[in-house]
């Protein structure tokens, strides 16, 4: 079974009328997210630390990097906001594994500044770009995952090629070629985790699928049976290798269609608990000092993963289940700003989570959770989240994504800066050069 | 065992006056030879649609394009002339498996040519990224290459970014992210030989390595155990990994010296077929109308690999075991020229090939020959070719490697830029400034 031939033949004869309007608006949805947090992690000691090694050796000011004022080659722009939109993990996530829109956009939006590119090719590249990631990723999952690729890179090298080769309008052959100049790039270990080679990974992807796509462009040649062959992807890059879930149902399912979005700045398993707090404050308008304690009952992961009682640092309180729903109570909010290093230290905060107790339970799923809240008065408040927000079944609201961009572009753009990317992306698919995006997006420090 | 960590320890500590005077010698053949092939495959249709695709987005004229006139920046240098280095399949070759120079030196000239490196720390910082890949690559072959992995890719990258890290005057904390973020993009797939992206590979190699170090000079953090941990490089991409060839014996034994040209333009298999023939033909002054039959007997390795009877083109003559005992009988010569199109298609060329009969021989190794050849005057000439010219047991002498790289320049550089190239090679270590070596080897089409 050519796989790769057939993949390359889907991905060129995809036309935008045959996309979905709910597949379209989801890519306009992760547009906004994933432009939030590359814009929030703009000044992160991350992207400073590589805008200091690579700026020298940048080409031509065709790309802006988001959330900044320096412009660079589409080649660097893509690397850079990869990595940004990755670092504070609070990206999409694709229902299985891989995070879709960090290799993907800036791959596109790259290209479209440097070309001119409508809102609504964007998009379809998009969406082509991200089937085409999520089913190679597909095909060897979770044994490649579990033997330790980062599945963000590896397979997300594949969605920057396929995306960047349909806006440079590849001929199927020179798409094939891109499909296999990506696999011979794939790269990324799960060992990174925890260092910035983490957020690395889908930068990577980006910058060495366009590269996949502009040096196929140009008739560089690649195997044409790069996925597939005994010596290809799947078989050395994984234990199982199903290709057929690479072209299955091509056209009729849409893996854009289970894509999440995190509401709350740290791990998924925490992420329940964070909105119960939310919902009995707001319900009840708690404030810290009417509660006398609270009681978690969650998973057992939890506790292995975020069982940190006495955090010190913005990242520690990211694997602390006590500090987070602590600051879910406090602020009614678990954004990147209750995840600060200030915020963790801030007594009010630590008075809070002291009387934060939790208990495992093995009928509770890791997502979600079961709060009791006994107040001074006497009253105990109690939710049961089954279904966290942001998961498939309860997905954020187009309005709580917003909100969440406000949160993560505060103090980088200003509100009418902000004000015009959230436009801009509601209506990705009327404007006519899509760089206008990341023009809007550029950003002094303020 | 903490190896990453050691590995990045010895190559901080290691001083120059270390290295023994033959291994330094032996990095400046390498050099020569190296340079030799990246300026010969300078103007190869591999490059052409490289550069046509990558021009557009690079940077500063910080380094020169070997063979050619365009200087770019020391990333984009790095990445061309690795992939040059390798477009012949003539580049130096390690005892087992890797080729050495091709993704070290384009980073190390590149970073020479940047900064000011005089030749001395170049050779010194060439010998020790040798060491790291060779010794990474050792550490996991042959089941690494087995199941589809170019070590030259994979390993070369760990080369690429000690090299350019020694340059950089990293410490020991550096070194260990340089290495890990090497490892975390160690990539490249055997399914791609025979396409362009197999000189893709080393490319990516120097590249990559280069940006490791320069990101981590930064402080851009990596795992510091990337090599070792469980899901690490050796773990994730081999299943048979023994860290302790990487650091065993560090300044006792050199990989250097293991290090091995070859003469002839064409695989392994039949370079002592070539070397017989050019043998015999040189001491009985041989012309092709004075023979009547050549009879070879050869591993059987040989007819499986080079059995192509009637080539059409030069990629194809290479790949002709026919060919090429025709063009050493003819010529006295087997370097790119014999191996072009015109030579394949070339009337007397064809007439003596077809003289020309093969025998397996499962008593000959791989790259032995036993050559016999019937004159019209009735005598029966024999040559056994038990070490070819090349191997480790009888290497090419330094003037064979100045006239291998007379023939690969031949055309591109001058005369007189062809002996500079050859006198700055030889003298690397007295030149203050190594990135005169570039700038010699700097041509316009003449």
Same mark, same amino acid.
């Given at each position: 079974?050519?796989?790769?031939?057939?993949?390359?033949? &889907?991905?060129?004869?995809?036309?935008?009328?045959?996309?979905?309007?709910?597949?379209?608006?989801?890519?306009?949805?992760?547009?906004?997210?994933?432009?939030?947090?590359?814009?929030?992690?703009?000044?992160?000691?991350?992207?400073?630390?590589?805008?200091?090694?690579?700026?020298?050796?940048?080409?031509?000011?065709?790309?802006?990097?988001?959330?900044?004022?320096?412009?660079?080659?589409?080649?660097?722009?893509?690397?850079?906001?990869?990595?940004?939109?990755?670092?504070?993990?609070?990206?999409?996530?694709?229902?299985? !594994? =891989?995070?879709?829109?960090?290799?993907?956009?800036?791959?596109?939006?790259?290209?479209?500044?440097?070309?001119?590119?409508?809102?609504?090719?964007?998009?379809?590249? %998009?969406?082509?770009?991200?089937?085409?990631?999520? /089913?190679?990723?597909?095909?060897?999952?979770?044994?490649? &995952?579990?033997?330790?690729?980062?599945?963000?890179?590896?397979?997300?090298?594949?969605?920057?090629?396929? !995306? @960047?080769?349909?806006?440079?309008?590849?001929?199927?052959?020179?798409?094939?070629?891109?499909?296999?100049?990506?696999?011979?790039?794939?790269?990324?270990?799960?060992?990174?985790?925890?260092?910035?080679?983490?957020? +690395?990974?889908?930068? #990577?992807?980006?910058?060495?699928?366009?590269?996949?796509?502009? +040096?196929?462009?140009?008739?560089?040649?690649?195997?044409?049976?790069?996925?597939? @062959?005994?010596?290809?992807?799947?078989?050395?890059?994984?234990?199982? %290798?199903?290709?057929?879930?690479?072209?299955?149902?091509?056209?009729?399912?849409?893996? +854009?269609?289970?894509?999440?979005?995190?509401?709350? !700045?740290?791990?998924?398993?925490?992420?329940?608990?964070?909105?119960?707090?939310?919902?009995?404050?707001?319900?009840?308008?708690?404030?810290?000092?009417?509660?006398? /304690?609270?009681?978690? #009952?969650?998973?057992?992961?939890?506790?292995?993963?975020?069982?940190?009682?006495?955090?010190?640092?913005?990242?520690?309180?990211?694997?602390?289940?006590?500090?987070?729903?602590?600051?879910? +109570?406090?602020?009614?909010?678990?954004?990147?700003?209750?995840?600060?290093?200030?915020?963790?230290?801030?007594?009010?905060?630590?008075?809070?989570?002291?009387?934060?107790?939790?208990?495992?339970?093995?009928?509770?799923?890791?997502?979600?959770?079961?709060? %009791?809240?006994?107040?001074?008065?006497?009253?105990?408040?109690?939710?049961?989240?089954?279904?966290?927000?942001?998961?498939?079944?309860?997905?954020?609201?187009?309005?709580?994504?917003?909100?969440? %961009?406000?949160?993560?572009?505060?103090?980088?753009?200003?509100?009418?800066?902000?004000?015009?990317?959230?436009?801009?992306?509601?209506?990705?698919?009327?404007?006519?050069? @899509?760089? !206008? =995006?990341? /023009?809007?997006?550029?950003? &002094?420090?303020?």
């Amino acid at each position: 079974m050519e796989v790769t031939r057939t993949l390359a033949r &889907y991905i060129v004869q995809s036309k935008p009328g045959d996309i979905p309007v709910p597949v379209r608006h989801e890519a306009a949805r992760a547009l906004l997210n994933w432009s939030g947090c590359a814009i929030g992690a703009s000044r992160h000691e991350t992207i400073e630390n590589m805008l200091a090694a690579v700026l020298p050796f940048a080409g031509p000011a065709q790309a802006g990097i988001l959330g900044r004022s320096e412009r660079v080659d589409i080649l660097h722009a893509a690397l850079v906001n990869g990595v940004s939109s990755h670092v504070f993990d609070f990206d999409d996530t694709h229902a299985r !594994a =891989i995070h879709p829109s960090a290799p993907v956009y800036p791959a596109l939006l790259a290209l479209a500044e440097w070309k001119g590119i409508s809102g609504a090719d964007l998009v379809h590249a %998009f969406v082509v770009g991200v089937e085409a990631e999520c /089913r190679v990723g597909l095909s060897v999952f979770p044994e490649h &995952y579990n033997v330790g690729w980062h599945i963000t890179g590896t397979a997300g090298v594949f969605g920057a090629a396929a !995306a @960047a080769g349909k806006l440079l309008g590849l001929n199927e052959q020179q798409m094939a070629w891109a499909l296999g100049i990506a696999a011979t790039q794939s790269s990324g270990l799960r060992e990174m985790f925890g260092s910035m080679c983490k957020s +690395l990974h889908p930068g #990577r992807a980006a910058q060495n699928g366009l590269m996949a796509a502009l +040096l196929a462009s140009r008739n560089f040649t690649s195997s044409e049976q790069a996925i597939e @062959a005994k010596r290809g992807f799947g078989h050395v890059m994984s234990t199982r %290798f199903d290709p057929s879930v690479i072209t299955a149902e091509w056209g009729q399912r849409y893996e +854009l269609s289970s894509n999440m979005y995190k509401p709350f !700045a740290c791990g998924l398993v925490v992420q329940g608990t964070i909105d119960g707090c939310i919902q009995l404050r707001n319900e009840y308008k708690l404030a810290p000092e009417m509660i006398e /304690r609270v009681d978690l #009952r969650v998973s057992p992961i939890v506790l292995e993963l975020t069982a940190k009682e006495n955090p010190q640092t913005g990242l520690e309180g990211k694997f602390s289940v006590f500090h987070a729903a602590a600051v879910a +109570l406090h602020f009614g909010m678990a954004g990147e700003a209750q995840f600060s290093d200030a915020c963790v230290l801030d007594p009010s905060v630590v008075a809070l989570r002291r009387k934060v107790k939790i208990e495992a339970d093995t009928s509770i799923g890791r997502v979600q959770s079961h709060v %009791f809240i006994r107040l001074k008065d006497g009253r105990t408040l109690e939710r049961r989240v089954e279904h966290a927000l942001g998961t498939l079944e309860r997905p954020m609201s187009d309005a709580d994504l917003e909100t969440k %961009f406000r949160a993560l572009v505060d103090g980088i753009l200003t509100r009418q800066q902000c004000n015009d990317v959230i436009r801009l992306c509601w209506g990705v698919e009327e404007i006519p050069d @899509a760089g !206008a =995006i990341a /023009r809007a997006a550029a950003a &002094y420090p303020i």
